[in-house]
Structure formats: structure tokens, C-alpha cells
């Protein structure tokens, strides 16, 4: 197997093609969404990992990570910095840091920034060809902005109201602990 090779973005590094790589989290390409907080996006357009989702995100006190949801395949999450709510099955559970999560499949889930500042989440996903999120409304979840109006199996629709992702490190870049 060949080494990747990686090309700068406006936001950091990306694997250009298929193969190994190695990017440190500090220099790979981030994104951000002003409701749903940064993450850190390690594939690339030709090197899309086709098993696991992994990603790193920065959530600042309030800010979910997305909607409220459940999908097909199984999640693990752990939180490296701060605090975060994870609102699962109808509940609130407080995170804090090396706290653990692990979401079977079709387990109703989202996180939610807590504490005073930045929360750093760790989130690795199984992935399939037929997986599939189903996005549902709940009382919990909106609360912190983080339901849909009606239940949907779209995530075009779910996420209408909502603006595009914009290619750039988290607001808090400076105060995360790495920096």
C-alpha cells in the first residue's frame, strides 16, 4: 500500500488519493457550522474510509453537534476536553473529560457543549452502504436547538433551515489545549 499524498485545503490537510497517512489533528482540515460547532475531517474526496467514520469535534457551551438522531450502525464516543451533555433515549447524561459513550445501533443520541468552555469530543462510527440516520423530534433535544420539527429519514430535509458547513478551524481554536 502506497503512502497518501496530502494537499493543502483553506482549512488544513486532506489525503488527496488512497493509501496510508499520517496528519496531526492541528494541521488536518476542519470545518465549521456556526449551530453545530467544528470538526476535524481527516478523508478526503478520493479517500473516503469506507468502514469507520472518525472525527474530532469542538463544541462550545450549548452548541449540539447536529440533530437529534439514531442510525443503523454503531458509535463510540469520548470526550478528550471540557464538558458536554449527551442527550440519549430521552435522557441528559453530563460528560466530562475521559467520560465514554458507546451508541448500539438505532440508539436516539446527540451531544450538546457544556461547562464554561470548549468540549472536545472524539467520535468513531461504523459505516455501511445501507445505513441510514433517522432524525426525530424530541422535547429533550429541543431544548438545545437540536430537534427537527417532524420525524424524517432525509438529512436534506432535517437540515434545510440550516446553513452550509464552512471550511475553517473552530472559533475556540486558541483555547483548545493542543494549540
Known amino acids: 500500500m ?10 488544513g ?12 489533528a492541528r494541521h488536518a482540515r476542519w470545518m465549521r457550522h456556526e449551530a453545530f460547532g467544528a470538526g476535524c475531517v481527516f478523508e478526503g474526496p478520493e479517500s473516503g474510509f469506507r468502514q469507520i ?10 452548541q449540539p453537534n447536529g440533530l437529534y ?7 463510540a464516543f469520548l470526550v478528550l ?17 475521559w467520560d465514554f459513550a ?10 450538546v457543549g457544556a461547562g464554561s468552555g470548549p468540549c472536545v469530543i472524539l467520535m468513531v462510527g461504523a459505516r455501511s ?29 432535517a437540515y434545510r433551515p440550516f446553513p452550509e458547513l464552512e471550511a475553517a478551524r473552530p472559533v475556540a481554536w486558541q483555547r483548545l489545549p493542543w494549540v
Open 81 to 97: 476536553e471540557g464538558e458536554c451533555r449527551l442527550l440519549v433515549e430521552g435522557q441528559e447524561r453530563l460528560l466530562r473529560a
Open 2 to 11: 502506497k503512502e497518501a499524498r496530502l494537499e493543502e485545503t483553506e482549512s
Open 53 to 62: 467514520g472518525i472525527n474530532l469535534r469542538v463544541l462550545e457551551p450549548g
Open 69 to 75: 438522531h439514531r442510525e443503523s450502525q454503531q458509535e
Open 13 to 24: 490537510l486532506r489525503p488527496a488519493d488512497e493509501g496510508w497517512f499520517v496528519v496531526n
Open 129 to 157: 452502504p445501507e445505513g441510514q440516520d433517522f432524525y426525530l423530534a424530541s422535547e429533550v433535544a429541543r431544548r438545545y436547538g437540536a430537534s427537527v420539527k417532524q420525524d424524517t429519514d432525509s438529512p436534506e430535509e
Open 102 to 111: 458507546h451508541c448500539p445501533p438505532h440508539t436516539e443520541h446527540i451531544f
